[in-house]
């Protein structure tokens, strides 16, 4: 089975802090996404990246950045965290761009206070 | 601009009887749409998809419609039981060239015993 994990379930952060959420994934997939899902707005898509070093946008990358130095690990960080950046931040990793079935981690509850 | 939306945030059905969890989309572009069930505190997980090529896909007691023209899908569950109870996704992708996906807001589907 593909294993997703993501380094917290919960995080309380202070405004301006940087936040690191890490996520690993243990099937060798090429592809790795970060969304956030909020009440009434669904999953919506921060950033992907599908290669190692490579990223893309997603539809709301403002007050994000990513990293992925290794296939098996994607990064998300908050540069200075604010309030509107509390939500659920979720995890996810597919095989390759044949493959459409995106695996996704527990997700990371995050308030920024 | 959504361009998947589910318009009904929630929906009680009792067990035994058959949920229908509707879901639009406004991008001809979109050719793959897959379902995604989320329980409160993990990850979504994948449920069953549809390629453009086809306008129903079944897996055991869950179907997946898809009319096209109407730029409308919908999941039957038949027969609901009380562990469908869980919050439903609707995603969209188009398959060429593209790994993202566009999610809808999601539906709460309560089976009552």
């Known amino acids: 089975d593909v294993k997703v994990t993501q380094s917290s379930r919960y995080l309380v952060k202070r405004t301006g802090e940087k936040v690191f959420l890490e996520c690993v994934q243990d099937m060798d997939h090429e592809n790795m996404f970060w969304y956030r899902q909020d009440p009434g707005l669904g999953l919506r898509l921060i950033y992907f990246s599908y290669d190692v070093k490579m990223k893309e946008k997603g539809d709301i990358p403002e007050g994000y950045s990513v990293s992925r130095e290794k296939k098996e690990r994607f990064s998300l960080i908050l540069e200075s965290a604010s309030t509107n950046q509390t939500s659920m931040y979720l995890c996810a990793s597919s095989l390759s761009a044949k493959t459409f079935e995106q695996f996704f981690g527990p997700g990371t509850r995050l308030t920024v206070l | 601009d959504q361009q998947v939306k589910q318009n009904s945030p929630s929906l009680s059905v009792q067990e035994g009887r058959i949920s229908i969890l509707n879901c639009d989309y406004t991008n001809s572009m979109f050719d793959y749409f897959l379902w995604y069930k989320k329980y409160p505190a993990e990850g979504p997980t994948f449920l069953i998809s549809?390629?453009?090529?086809?306008d129903k896909n079944e897996d055991g007691r869950f179907t997946v419609f898809l009319n096209k023209s109407a730029k409308h899908l919908s999941l039957h569950i038949v027969p609901s039981q009380p562990g469908d109870s869980a919050v439903y996704f609707c995603?969209?992708?188009?398959?060429?060239?593209?790994?993202?996906?566009?999610f809808g807001t999601g539906t709460r589907l309560k089976v009552l015993a």
């Open positions: 995603a969209a992708s188009e398959a060429s060239g593209t790994y993202k996906y566009i």
């Open positions: 549809i390629s453009s090529i086809k």
